[in-house]
T-cell receptor, first 114, second 110 residues
Framework: ETGVTQSPTHLIKTRGQQVTLRCSSQSGHNTVSWYQQALGQGPQFIFQ???????GRGNFPPRFSGLQFPNYSSELNVNALELDDSALYLC?????????????FGQGTRLTVV | LAKTTQPISMDSYEGQEVNITCSHNNIATNDYITWYQQFPSQGPRFIIQGYKTKVTNEVASLFIPADRKSSTLSLPRVSLSDTAVYYCLVPRSGTYKYIFGTGTRLKVLA
């Protein structure tokens, strides 16, 4: 158990719909990162939030957006879902600092777009 | 960001020592080398992290030569439950922007 919880665990959506995924970070961690993992691939970095501000983004279109709340929990929103958005979405929490220590990943949300 | 290269897959037998080598030619001075393990449909799990020479914890050792252009994850006496994908990562100093490759798929055989 990493202390990082994600909800829901599974989700089925229709193409064109919007989805919100949630992540509760580990106590004391002020940085949250989101990753997309397609089947058979490594996780791909979507973006990172530090103290409610986005401070790093991967190669994902603007329809992928996020929020971080004062308690450091986070949401990932995806608009206009496409079939290729079907993937495991992972959230990772970590303490921000000069030295990158370990990030704690949640179990992920499996999103299926039909 | 330092790009990493590691073998796509490896097979081993229970009880053997497994060494997975990763190359990271353009690692920066302040970068640390980090290894994660991932089981199917689960989030990656931190194994070990190091900067130079050798680091050991209860599950693995990490060997880093002086030039730091490569590193070797050593898993002593693997068991069937060590079957997983192992990722070598070099995050930029001060960020958690991990660039995952395809990792090394380790299969432990009985």
């Amino acid at each position: 158990e990493t202390g990082v919880t994600q909800s829901p665990t599974h989700l089925i959506k229709t193409r064109g719909q919007q989805v919100t995924l949630r992540c509760s970070s580990q106590s004391g961690h002020n940085t949250v990162s989101w990753y997309q993992q397609a089947l058979g691939q490594g996780p791909q970095f979507i973006f990172q939030y530090y103290r409610e501000e986005e401070n790093g983004r991967g190669n994902f279109p603007p329809r992928f957006s996020g929020l971080q709340f004062p308690n450091y929990s986070s949401e990932l929103n995806v608009n206009a879902l496409e079939l290729d958005d079907s993937a495991l979405y992972l959230c990772a929490s970590s303490p921000q600092g000069e030295v990158v220590t370990e990030a704690f990943f949640g179990q992920g949300t499996r999103l299926t777009v039909v | 960001l330092a790009k990493t290269t590691q073998p796509i897959s490896m097979d081993s037998y229970e009880g053997q020592e497994v060494n997975i080598t990763c190359s990271h030619n353009n690692i920066a001075t302040n970068d640390y080398i980090t290894w994660y393990q991932q089981f199917p449909s689960q989030g990656p799990r931190f194994i070990i992290q190091g900067y130079k020479t050798k680091v050991t914890n209860e599950v693995a050792s990490l060997f880093i030569p002086a030039d730091r252009k490569s590193s070797t994850l050593s898993l002593p006496r693997v068991s069937l439950s060590d079957t997983a994908v192992y990722y070598c990562l070099v995050p930029r100093s001060g960020t958690y922007k991990y660039i995952f490759g395809t990792g090394t798929r380790l299969k432990v055989l009985a």
